[in-house]
Structure formats: C-alpha cells, structure tokens
C-alpha cells in the first residue's frame, strides 16, 4: 500500500497497519487482501462481486475490518457483502469507504451489506464514508443496509459522512424480532453542491423490540438533504427518530417522518428540528475569545462528535 | 478601568421605542467589587451586555484602559480580558465541559487543571469533566460551570449576571469566596443578594434604567427600605 491508500485506510477505519484478526481490503474495486480466523470466516462470492462474513457461536469481543479504497476515477463499484452472526456472538465490524478522486471522472461505490444476527448476538456496525481530491469530479457513495435482528439480538450502528462526497443515496432496511434492539447514530455534513439523501424503514415484528435513530446533519452552502424514516410497529415496541439538522448558507434540509402504528401498544415517535445555528451560544463562544467563524466551526464539530 | 459615557440604549418596534438605559455614567477601578442591583427590569442585564458587546448602545462611550472599545465586536472584548458569566447559561449539543474550558483558557488543560477550575466552583471533575454542556445539567450545575469558565479566562474585568441563582446546594460563602478571590481585576456583579452586597466596594442601583445611588452597603440600604417593589434577599431565599 502507498502513504495515499494508507491515509485513507486510517480515516475509515482508523488501522494504521493491516490489522490483526479478520479482515477484508478492497482497492479499486478488487480485492487487495484477506484474512480469516477459526472463528470468522471470510468467502468470496461466486457469482458477484463480494464476500459472505461468517461468525461462528459465542464469539467475543472480535473485530472484523472491511475497509474500501478508491484511487482512481471512472470506477463503478458495485459489491455485495452478507454477514451471519452466531447466537451469542458479540462482535464489531468497522467497514468505510474511502474515494480519493484526483481526476475528473466519477467514482461510484455501492455496498450492499446484509446482516442476520441470530438470537443474543451483538454486533456494533462503524461505517465512515469520506470523499476528497478533486472537487469538481464526483464520488458518489449508495449504501444499502438490510438488518435482520432475531430475538434477544441488538445491533449498534455509527455512520458518518462528513464532507467531500458529492452524492449518496443511504438506504436502511431492518426487521426485529421479539426484544430485539437497533440505535442508529448517524452524522451528515454536505458542502457546495452535495446530494445527501438517507431513508429508513424498520419493522418492529417482534414484542418490545425497540429502535432509536439519531441524525445529526449539517448542509452548508448550496448542498441538499433529505431524510426519510418510515417506523412501521406491528407490536408492544418502542421506536424514536430524532432527525436534529444545522442549515447554513442556502443549504436545505428536508425530513419526512412516516409513522405506521398497526398495534395500540406500539410506541412510535418522530422529532425533527432544523434551524440555523443558534445565535445565543454563537455569543457565548465569542465570549470566550473565538470569532464568529471559529465559534461555527466548533458547534458544528461538537454537534457532529457529540452524537 | 473602565469608563461609561453617557451611555443610552433603547429598543425601537414598529411605532414606539422604549429607553431601557438613559445617561449611564459609571467609572470602575481595579481590585474593586462592584456590586449592580435594583428591581427586575431595571436595565441590569442590558447594562453588563453593553460592556461585553452583547448589544451596542444608541450613543455613548465605553472605554476600558484608556481604549475606546465602544466599536469592538464580542471576541475583541474577550481578548483584551473582559469576561462575562450569563444570567441564563447557554447549552449546546455535543461540547463537553472540558471543550468549553479550554476554549475559556485557551489551551488545552490537563486534567489537574480542570480539576482546579471545577473545584473551586464545588463541582468534582471527574463527575463533570466529559458531561455534556446541555438541559440534562441542572440551573445549578450549569451556572457553577459557567463560573468555572470565567475563572478560566483569567481577566481583566470579570462581570457575572446573577451568579447567586440556583446555587442552591452551594454556600454563599464559597460563592463570595470567588469574588474576593479574583485579584488585579475589577469585578461587576448583578445581584440581589444581602451576602454579595456585603462584599462590595460600591453599589450602583439602577430603577427604570437609570442609576439612582451609588455607595457602600450603609449608603445604599435607606433607599432599598424606601422601595417598595425590591427588597434584597437573605441566605435562605
Ligand atoms: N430584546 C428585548 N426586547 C424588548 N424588551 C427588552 C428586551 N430585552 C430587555 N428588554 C426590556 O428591557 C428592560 C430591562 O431588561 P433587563 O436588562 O433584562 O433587566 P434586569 O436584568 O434588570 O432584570 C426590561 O423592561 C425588559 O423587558
Ligand atoms: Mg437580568
């Protein structure tokens, strides 16, 4: 790998070497390496591009790195990657994409990433998505997600793109089964002209499943955003969307809730607050010695960390 | 010291406008307590704004060590040492208090430090140093940490609005502890309470946006008897 592919390798997934354990690195749309253990193995599909992840039973405090890297432009990634979690299996996998675009041709990347936990796994689920080179050409990212959660199971996912990719398209699809539990935090930050577009839809199957969604996203200049969850209850279930977005600039943000409570026992709620950035703690910063812009740039970092 | 000139602020709507402070004329040396009091809506608060440049008066003149600083933003303020502790702390979303108090300081502090800052205000650091600055801290909590932060700028004139509210647990004491604390600086507090007022070096009690007396506590006590709408308040209160 040269110090470019590493400095992306960082970024995403914050390895500074190949790591230990299980992993899977993708460059340019092939593979670069891989590696298996006794108790997660990693095949390669046949017939598409892209890998099935297969975590044996009572796996602990494991982790599984499949980071992807993209040099180069005119590139069109497209990969399937299926992941079987054992009962009892306690596991996080950091995945990322990281397009570093110095020519004037776009570069596109598709995960389509399905997880099956079975009954009592966990799995936390870190997925950073970052864009840089050239800033005319594109880098595109559309992720798909389709969580499958059995009962007692409970997955914990982190995803943030803040800045530098021009469009992406975020679709996450899950199903719970009896007790089982999502939190999703996700943090968003658009610049210029960027696309971000991120839409939910989760089925509370089971008794008292329960899902917590929390976005923060910041739209600067002229970029637009638009977040969609659609929280379907069928149950005694507890469901929370907080989608919290800072407007600068001429940016817009647009959030679209959907609310589908088909049991009088499910519990389904959607906040949404979109707004500039609030003048009284501009001026408390300034008080403290920071100009306007530095005071911006500091809530703006908080507001995306924090989450 | 700081100066106040003739300094006027009044807030315009469509057809009326309102004088919230007329002619203030004010002078405030260094290592001395000052102490701002009257009625709610006297015009204390907008008074202490006006010094850190919160809102910008309609005429006059602020001049701190010789400078003019009428026409100086926020920030310029700060950075030649004049800090402010709200009547109503500001919450963020996501900004730790450890973030806002290196900001305060200007570097970054170790923990040692930061545990300095906290204690003093009674808070223990390692229960507070990683809590987020938001509605989950309680009015006290909150305006313990904005104390901390004052401390933590190190000024030259140090103006807290109201800092005795909600300090419930606390003890005036340590609150006036503080104030006597802060050395080679001049300190501005606007309260109503008996204990701070006892430590001022002067009084300025401002009705209906003008100063109506200026002195110690002995000067100043016959005119507070005298009002019917302001009473001070005791320690338990
Ligand atoms: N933004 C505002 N718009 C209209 N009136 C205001 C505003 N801010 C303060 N005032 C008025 O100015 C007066 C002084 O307020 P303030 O300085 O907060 O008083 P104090 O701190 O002494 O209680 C009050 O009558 C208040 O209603
Ligand atoms: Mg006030």
């Not at chain 1, 108790?39 to 046949?46: A, G, S």
């Not at chain 1, 999502?182 to 008794?207: P, Q």
């Not at chain 2, 009547?87 to 730790?96: A, C, E, R, S």
């Amino acid at each position: 790998m040269n110090n470019l592919e590493k400095k992306i390798l960082e970024k995403i997934s914050d390895l500074h070497a190949i790591p230990n354990g299980a992993f899977n690195i993708r460059k340019n749309g092939e593979l670069f390496e891989r590696n298996s253990t006794k108790e997660i193995n990693i095949i390669p599909k046949k017939n598409k591009n892209g890998i099935d992840v297969i975590v044996s039973p009572n796996v602990q405090n494991k982790s599984i790195h499949i980071p992807v890297i993209i040099t180069i432009g005119g590139l069109n990634d497209l990969v399937y990657n299926d992941f079987y979690i054992g009962e009892n299996s306690d596991v996080t996998i950091v995945a990322g994409c990281g397009i570093h675009n110095k020519t004037c041709k776009t570069s596109v990347h598709s995960g389509i990433h399905s997880f099956h936990l079975k009954e009592n796994s966990k799995v936390k689920y870190i997925e950073r998505h970052i864009g840089e080179g050239n800033r005319e050409s594109g880098k595109i990212l559309n992720p798909i997600t389709k969580i499958y959660l059995n009962k007692n199971s409970e997955m914990f996912i982190e995803t943030s793109q803040i800045g530098g990719v021009t469009s992406s398209l975020r679709k996450t699809f899950a199903v719970l089964k009896e007790n089982a539990k999502l939190i999703i935090k996700e943090n968003l930050l658009t610049n210029d002209k960027d696309y971000a577009k991120s839409f939910f839809k989760i089925n509370l199957l089971g008794n008292h499943s329960s899902v917590e969604i929390t976005s923060h996203s910041v739209a600067k200049n002229n970029s637009y955003q638009e977040f969609k969850s659609n929280l379907i209850g069928n149950n005694e279930c507890f469901g929370h969307v907080e989608c919290d977005g800072i407007l600068l600039d001429d940016a817009k943000i647009i959030s679209i809730p959907m609310i589908n409570a088909s049991n009088k026992n499910a519990s389904l709620i959607h906040e949404a607050a979109i707004g500039k950035i609030a003048g009284d703690e501009l001026i408390k910063l300034m008080t403290l010695g920071l100009t306007e812009k530095e005071a911006e740039d500091v809530i703006i970092q908080g507001f995306l960390l924090g989450n | 010291m700081l100066e106040l000139k003739n300094l006027n602020f009044e807030i315009k709507s469509e057809n009326t406008s309102q004088n919230i402070l007329k002619n203030i004329n004010l002078r405030f040396e260094n290592n001395k307590i000052y102490v701002i009091t009257g009625p709610n809506g006297s015009g204390k608060s907008t008074l202490v704004k006006l010094i850190m440049g919160i809102l910008s008066p309609n005429d006059g003149e602020i001049i701190f060590n010789n400078k003019n600083i009428t026409n100086l933003s926020i920030n310029e303020r700060a950075n030649i040492g004049i800090s402010f502790a709200f009547q109503q702390p500001i919450t963020f979303k996501g900004l730790k208090v450890r973030d806002l108090l290196d900001i305060a300081s200007g570097n970054k502090n170790d923990f040692n430090m930061i545990c300095n800052y906290l204690s003093t205000v009674g808070l223990c650091a390692k229960d507070y140093i990683d809590r987020q600055i938001d509605s989950k801290l309680s009015g006290g909590e909150l305006k313990r940490i904005e104390l901390a932060m004052v401390l933590a700028r190190k000024g030259k004139l140090n103006i807290f609005d109201e800092p005795e509210a909600g300090i419930d647990l606390w003890s005036f004491e340590n609150l006036t502890k503080i104030f006597s604390s802060l050395k080679n600086s001049i300190t501005i507090i606007v309260s109503h309470q008996q204990k701070i007022l006892e430590i001022a070096d002067e009084i300025i009690m401002l009705k209906k946006g003008e100063v109506i007396k200026k002195g110690s506590l002995k000067d100043i006590l016959p005119f507070i008897e005298n009002n019917k709408c302001f009473k001070l308040r005791g320690n338990n209160e």
